[in-house]
């Protein structure tokens, strides 16, 4: 087996957990000298606005007011953190 970086997640109600992830997957998704930490926080806001994304645009019937407003919100932080938006950095808008 691979040598694997293992990273604490801490959540505001004091719960944790733990995800390993192979230490060459950092070394290739790394741009320059970015730290390990800020490619796993990259990588999950990522998968939270894919997965908002989807449910908001992909699933059967009409998303209502309160998924809109979060999906709203996680595209805002995306785009912070990003410095571009969603569609602009997947080629997918709607």
Do not use: K, N, Y
Request: one cysteine or more; hydrophobic letters at 40%; charged letters at 30%.
């Amino acid at each position: 087996m691979s040598e694997t970086v293992a990273f604490t997640i801490e959540g505001d109600d004091g719960s944790t957990d733990e995800v390993a992830v192979p230490a060459a997957l950092l070394e290739m998704l790394a741009e320059g000298d970015e730290p390990a930490a800020e490619i796993i926080g990259d990588l999950a806001l990522f998968s939270c606005a894919q997965r908002v994304h989807a449910t908001v645009h992909h699933a059967e019937g009409e998303p209502d007011d309160d998924l809109a407003a979060v999906e709203e919100e996680t595209m805002e932080l995306f785009e912070e953190r990003f410095g571009a938006s969603f569609s602009e950095l997947t080629g997918h808008s709607h």
